[in-house]
């Protein structure tokens, strides 16, 4: 046992970046592209998706032969740490798998084997979210406490030198992490989706009159209260836009980059964000741009947190405007 904690700090050390470097996390989804990644602007790159198989006792990887070519990015960039995302929104059967030892054993098993058969650095779990059917898949009271359960027992799988993280809900709920912190490295806060999104901006710096339920400085200060230290807190930054996308104007705008006669971009202070308001002045749809992004970038190096996570890739435009001002603003920030 000894022995095993000792390897476990030494592993640590090895994954721990230099006390003044920041994490960037670039989310990567099969489906949504086949363009190949740059993996000189980030540090990890989350491979999206695998899933709980049929069974509850194996991982199934979405397009295997690409996340191959994930790992070959490496030749570009030695240092990139690539990891496998199993899960994502309706992605279930996760409850199940976590509700036996055996299941639980053999799964983590697979990822072991996945691993080492593809030369990962480790695995994300995107569960989302234990004991919540929200997204349409089955669920328990027990799944935090089973939760906690899989992580040590991935762990011990994959052993001290693998990475472990997670992605986790802006109001840090569903995950207990006061007692399976010490399994994971990262814990990737979701700090987008957070309003209904014809009312509201989906991705606020901090909270204002046009910012939803939640904004990514409470999603910071809400996983700080529970217990997630900022040496391991890496806040989710979002590529793309979202509001009201039946409403006309926005459909015009979105063809002809246009808008329409009446409708208004504005800047709000507080939110740190640019949104469109209709003839009305109605909030129609949240922007997401430079601005806003390096807003971000700046409070997480400001507030001392481990790093970003960018979602998605593909959303970016081709001259990588945005992955490249989050890594710029994150790696080398202004003095």
């Not at 690409?66 to 899960?87: D, F, T, W, Y």
């Not at 039946?246 to 705008?253: C, E, N, P, T, V």
């Amino acid at each position: 046992m000894r022995t095993f904690f000792i390897s476990l700090l030494m592993g640590l050390c090895l994954i721990c970046p230099a006390q003044n470097s920041k994490t960037v996390v670039g989310a990567y989804v099969t489906a949504s592209s086949d363009i190949m990644p740059d993996p000189t602007v980030m540090t990890h790159l989350n491979y999206a998706f695998g899933s709980v198989n049929e069974t509850f006792n194996g991982v199934n990887i979405s397009r295997p032969e690409r996340l191959r070519q994930m790992v070959a990015l490496k030749a570009q960039n030695p240092e990139l740490k690539v990891l496998l995302s199993i899960g994502g929104w309706t992605s279930g059967r996760f409850s199940e798998m976590v509700a036996t030892k055996a299941n639980r054993e053999a799964f983590a098993s697979d990822c072991r084997r996945i691993v080492d058969e593809y030369g990962l650095d480790g695995i994300d779990m995107d569960w989302e979210y234990p004991t919540s059917s929200e997204a349409g898949i089955s669920s328990s009271p027990d799944d935090t406490r089973n939760f906690t359960l899989l992580m040590k027992t991935l762990r011990r799988q994959l052993g001290p030198k693998k990475l472990i993280t997670v992605a986790t809900v802006c109001y840090a709920k569903y995950i207990d992490f006061r007692h399976c912190l010490r399994y994971i490295d990262l814990v990737n806060v979701m700090a987008y989706d957070m309003s209904d999104k014809n009312k509201a901006h989906h991705a606020a710096l901090r909270p204002s009159p046009v910012s939803g339920y939640c904004t990514s400085a409470q999603a910071v200060e809400a996983h700080l209260e529970v217990g997630v230290p900022k040496s391991k807190l890496v806040m989710g930054i979002p590529f793309y836009g979202k509001g009201n996308d039946q409403d006309d104007g926005i459909k015009a705008w979105k063809r002809t980059h246009t808008l329409p006669e009446g409708y208004r971009e504005l800047w709000n202070d507080e939110a740190q964000v640019h949104y469109i308001v209709n003839a009305e002045g109605q909030f129609v749809w949240g922007i997401e741009d430079l601005q806003s992004l390096s807003a971000k970038c700046r409070y997480i190096t400001e507030h001392g947190l481990r790093g970003g996570m960018y979602w998605e890739y593909s959303i970016d435009n081709a001259e990588g405007d945005k992955r490249n001002t989050v890594w710029r603003m994150l790696t080398s920030p202004e003095k």
